[in-house]
């Protein structure tokens, strides 16, 4: 069903073959339908310090460490670097208007993949851009058996975030895999162009209110319009050679 999409991957990154061991999953947009809090978060606390963010910002640049879009956003519009210390206060404010929000549910579809492809003998692994410890602290208990912190990739862990490769390149080394070994469960354009810079066959979930053709413009090898047809296929993807 898939064969001309892993062809295309195998052979564009000169790889002898393609033999998943491991799934790499995004956390917010991903796991938990978390993006409507974190839109309700981060406006009100852009608008406040003066820094102009719409909602379809929040999705766009979903997956960047968030001090990192804070710094990105003040220097486009105020021409002027903002010091680290100023970044990490904003989100700070950020991060505490999110926890009062109520609890995020799991995303439909996506406990069940993930207990297919434990079955399958992959490991799973979260990269994550989001530095929301109020979530980070709930992986173990929300997917008991499934996530374990150990193999868990936050903002705390990279110098980085996404768009550079560096935070799945960190989630390959903890799984101990290789490029061609893995596969990418993205939501954000962002998160698809960094597993895509890591060599890693990424699938493209679309959660939000950017069209599929932004996920594939940023290189998705596969792109579904949720997670259970994802689910749905996965019986059909794991099998091919």
Request: glycine share 8%; aromatic share 10%.
């Amino acid at each position: 069903m898939f064969e001309k999409e892993i062809k295309e991957y195998i052979e564009s990154n000169g790889f002898g073959a393609f033999c998943p061991k491991a799934a790499l999953f995004d956390m917010d947009g991903v796991l938990y339908n978390s993006m409507p809090n974190q839109v309700r978060a981060w406006l009100p606390t852009m608008q406040k310090h003066g820094i102009a963010m719409t909602e379809n910002d929040v999705y766009r640049f979903e997956g960047m460490r968030g001090v990192e879009t804070i710094k990105m956003l003040a220097y486009q519009q105020w021409d002027r670097h903002i010091s680290d210390e100023e970044a990490e206060n904003i989100y700070a404010e950020k991060s505490h208007l999110f926890a009062t929000f109520p609890k995020a549910v799991k995303i439909r579809g996506v406990e069940e993949l993930m207990r297919k492809m434990k079955a399958d003998g992959l490991m799973i692994v979260v990269v994550t851009g989001s530095g929301q410890q109020s979530l980070l602290d709930k992986l173990e208990d929300d997917f008991g058996g499934l996530i374990h912190g150990h193999l868990v990739v936050s903002s705390f862990d990279v110098t980085r975030g996404k768009p550079n490769p560096e935070p799945y390149l960190r989630g390959l080394q903890k799984a101990g895999v290789q490029p061609w070994e893995a596969i990418v469960v993205e939501n954000a354009p962002l998160g698809v162009r960094a597993g895509v810079a890591a060599n890693i066959f990424t699938v493209a979930v679309n959660s939000g209110p950017l069209p599929n053709s932004v996920l594939a413009k940023e290189g998705a090898n596969l792109v579904f319009s949720k997670m259970t047809e994802l689910c749905d296929a996965w019986n059909d993807f794991h099998r091919l050679p």
